[in-house]
């Protein structure tokens, strides 16, 4: 069993609709959760981070943890072409600074 | 602009040479990260250094080498690679505790000949 899952995807939405990413981990201990925009050549970028059950929201961009259903997602509303990427989450593990990565989920939007 | 930084930004080696990636990072950061990434796979943890020691290996071979001369800078040696060893190598720098955030450089595109 993958320790973080993710769609892979391509997700393909509409230019101005609510693109809608979701992982779940293994691990029920684990207290940190991040996700990263990849775009195609280019390093992944911290966009959100969030460690307490609920929503945060930055922006556009809203996280969303249920540690009771070991599950992060993350909205971006009124989505941009310029939102096309592979989104990553990440979870910390329990040795040091350790990320455990998801495969990415390949995020397409159509003007 | 990224307070990571990472030099070169593309290197071409062949497999009996000797090069070395070098990190810097500028925002006071105590952990520093190497990882190796693939096409279309997530970043691959290396090596993880605290307070400028070693305090994770991920049973990386020995033809990659570490060094963390203080906390700002952080290099990677490289000696007999492989062509599979071709990939986009990425620096990332964090805080030591609290989350643990971590930002990355720009990556260096290793091709081995």
């Known amino acids: 069993q993958k320790e973080v899952e993710q769609n892979s995807g391509p997700l393909s939405v509409p230019e101005g609709a609510i693109a809608s990413l979701n992982c779940t981990y293994s691990?029920?201990?684990?207290?940190?959760f991040f996700w990263y925009r990849q775009y195609s050549g280019k390093s992944p970028e911290l966009i959100m981070f969030?460690?307490?059950?609920g929503d945060k929201e930055d922006g556009r961009f809203t996280a969303q943890l249920n540690k009771a259903s070991q599950y992060v997602s993350l909205l971006i509303r009124d989505s941009q072409p310029s939102d096309s990427a592979t989104y990553l989450c990440?979870?910390?593990?329990?040795?040091?600074?350790?990320?455990?990565f998801g495969q990415g989920t390949e995020l397409s939007v159509k003007p | 602009d990224t307070e990571v930084t990472q030099t070169p930004k593309h290197l071409v080696m062949g497999m009996t040479n000797k090069k070395s990636l070098k990190c810097e990072q500028h925002?006071?950061?105590?952990?520093m990260y190497w990882y190796k990434q693939k096409a279309k796979k997530p970043p691959e943890l290396m090596f993880v250094?605290?307070?400028?020691?070693?305090?994770i290996n991920e049973s990386v071979p020995s033809r990659f080498s570490p060094e963390c001369p203080n906390s700002s800078l952080l290099n990677l040696h490289l000696h007999a690679l492989q062509p599979e060893d071709s990939a986009l190598y990425l620096c990332?720098?964090?805080?030591?505790?609290?989350?643990?955030?971590?930002?990355f450089g720009p990556g260096t595109r290793l091709t081995v000949t």
């Open positions: 990332a720098s964090s805080q030591v505790g609290g989350g643990w955030e971590q930002y």
């Open positions: 691990d029920r201990g684990s207290q940190s």
């Open positions: 969030i460690y307490s059950n």
């Open positions: 990440a979870v910390k593990g329990n040795q040091g600074g350790k990320l455990i």
């Open positions: 925002m006071g950061h105590r952990a």
């Open positions: 250094y605290s307070y400028e020691k070693l305090s």
